[in-house]
């Protein structure tokens, strides 16, 4: 099993954009999925996390305000609205999500990463 992440490209600063992700098989079912980002030469950091059901979010200070992370449980798909972009954000998106699956075990997933690039 693993992530298909969907939704990046270039936009202008202010511009929005809307990243979806989900497993490329069925699973039993998804615990925590989140959206992290890299920049060339910085470190992977946590961009935004949403829990179990949906009941708790978590966003970086950076992101607060501007993105909106949201999840389908009919679609196994979590999703990554982010408006207001600025250059700042252009950097490589992954997603990532903790499940449970056919066979009864439970991995942690990433996907292939997905580019933004956001101009000023």
């Known amino acids: 099993v693993q992530l298909q992440a969907s939704g990046g490209g270039s936009v202008q600063a202010g511009g929005s954009l809307r990243l979806s992700c989900r497993p490329s098989k069925s699973v039993l079912r998804i615990y925590d999925m989140a959206w992290y980002r890299q920049a060339p030469g910085k470190q992977r950091e946590l961009v935004a996390l949403?829990?179990?059901?949906?009941?708790?979010?978590t966003y970086a200070d950076s992101v607060k305000g501007r993105f909106t992370i949201s999840r389908d449980d009919t679609r196994n798909t979590v999703y990554l609205q982010m408006d207001n972009l600025k250059s700042e954000d252009t950097a490589t998106y992954y997603c990532?999500?903790?499940?449970?699956?056919?066979?009864?075990?439970?991995?942690?997933?990433w996907g292939q990463g997905t580019e933004v690039t956001v101009s000023s």
């Open positions: 949403i829990t179990s059901g949906g009941d708790t979010t």
């Open positions: 990532n999500a903790d499940t449970w699956n056919l066979d009864f075990t439970r991995t942690t997933l």
